[in-house]
């Protein structure tokens, strides 16, 4: 048995840079210790959660009540730009990266699961899930701009940590 564990853990770490992103960063144990993500790494998960962004807040502006529908479409607008310099630092050929055009697994549950709530209970998972995404972006954004590998990316990633912490700011102030 421990030399099963053993090869499944070697296999990973062998097979981690053949994945479109490191087990380390999906597992949340970057951020624990306060490891800067790889370049493909935080142009996925900025990828990815600008995505899910942008789909939880267009269901939001359809279910939610006024004060969230006022936050979400924020969140629509400013993520969408957010996208878009991405794409545009990745296609100018400033960046060398690939970049995610779905969903993955995991986000794309969280996508269907709040599909599923209606009125007060989508209301009180939006905001519980808006907290915690932006506060994993803030962590992102920071980890990369103090300790990632591409110039520009890093410029990328501290002009706009001071609105995804305007975004936590507004997202904990939605609960009150």
């Known amino acids: 048995m421990i030399r099963l564990a053993l090869y499944v853990a070697c ?11 490191s087990v380390s960063e999906r597992w949340g144990i ?10 493909q790494d935080f142009v996925n998960e900025v ?7 942008v789909e939880l807040s267009k ?8 004060k969230i529908k006022e936050f979400a479409a924020r969140m629509v607008k400013d993520h969408k730009e957010t996208s878009r310099q991405l794409k545009a630092l990745i296609r100018n050929g400033q ?4 970049f995610p055009d779905i969903l993955d697994a995991a986000r794309q549950a969280t996508l269907d699961r709040l599909k ?3 009125s007060g209970e989508f209301d009180k998972a ?3 899930l808006q907290i915690s995404i932006h506060n994993d972006a803030v962590s992102l954004f920071e ?9 520009d990316l890093k410029v990328f990633a501290f002009k706009h940590l001071p609105h995804l912490q305007e975004h936590w700011r507004l997202a904990r102030d939605l609960k009150r």
């Open 11 to 21: 296999t990973l770490v062998v097979a981690a840079p053949a994945c479109a992103q």
């Open 30 to 39: 970057n951020a624990t210790l306060g490891i800067s993500p790889s370049t």
């Open 47 to 53: 990828a990815l959660n600008e995505m899910l962004e």
């Open 59 to 66: 269901l939001a502006e359809e279910r939610a009540g006024a």
């Open 95 to 98: 960046v060398s990266v690939s």
């Open 116 to 118: 599923g709530l209606q």
């Open 126 to 128: 939006f905001e519980a």
């Open 143 to 151: 980890r990369y701009g103090n300790g990632g590998d591409h110039r």
